[in-house]
């Protein structure tokens, strides 16, 4: 478990090599992978100064291989066929939506620093890791907005990815709110802060 991150690391780079060939729109790409890219270069960098459990790096991945999967096809055309016969999907490519309960899983990874650096209980730990992913998915929805009116046309569309629902923005961030109180859950059962 030692070399589990770096082979991840290895992994995800790869994948992200790969998947930026011939994107569907490279302005997508391009406006979809700086998250993913900042994100990564973070954990890298910060690896030998704090480095999380392996279900931390593995939550965290799952965010970073799926948003690069977006960003290649655009979000809204994921050609995942299942995702568009959900129950109650009308059609809709939840792909994003899945995304955004998923960026939810990095709660776990902030709880998890917050108690081993000891900078409070647990209680509070949940509370403000489910706080903080709502906040960056707030973030997140005025970016989307923003970039969607200054780059106008498909590529702007493409980026918002709201698929005609005018209630996308409050469900993507109720989809990472549950995906937060999600991995909380997982963090009590599991308490990776207890074993190192």
């Given amino acids: 478990m030692k070399y589990y991150p770096h082979l991840l690391a290895a992994v995800f780079t790869v994948f ?8 569907v729109s490279r302005e997508v790409w391009f406006a979809e ?6 994100i990564f270069l973070f954990l890298v960098f910060t690896y030998r100064r704090f480095s999380f459990s392996p279900i931390a790096y593995t939550l965290m991945a799952i965010w970073l291989f799926w948003h690069t999967i977006g960003g290649h096809y655009t979000f809204a055309n994921v050609p ?4 568009h016969h959900l129950p109650g999907s009308d059609g809709r490519n939840h792909f994003d939506r899945i995304g955004h309960f998923v960026i939810g899983f990095y709660a776990f990874a902030m709880a998890e620093w917050l108690m081993r ?10 509370v403000f890791s489910i706080f903080f992913i709502m906040s960056v998915a707030a973030g997140y929805e005025i ?12 590529a702007g ?4 990815g709201s698929q005609g629902d005018i209630w996308d923005a409050q469900k993507d961030m ?6 937060a109180i999600t991995s909380m859950i ?4 599991l308490r990776p802060d207890l074993k190192r």
């Avoid at 650096?117 to 949940?126: D, G, Y």
């Avoid at 109720?174 to 995906?179: E, I, M, R, V």
């Fill in 174 to 179: 109720l989809a990472d709110t549950l995906g």
């Fill in 157 to 160: 569309i493409e980026f918002l």
């Fill in 143 to 154: 970016i989307e907005w923003w970039y969607a009116v200054l780059e106008g046309g498909e």
């Fill in 16 to 23: 992200f090599i790969v998947l930026a060939n011939e994107p």
């Fill in 186 to 189: 997982l963090f009590w059962i």
């Fill in 117 to 126: 650096k000891q900078h409070c209980s647990l209680k509070l730990a949940t």
């Fill in 33 to 38: 992978v700086i998250p993913v890219v900042i």
């Fill in 80 to 83: 995942f066929e299942w995702l």
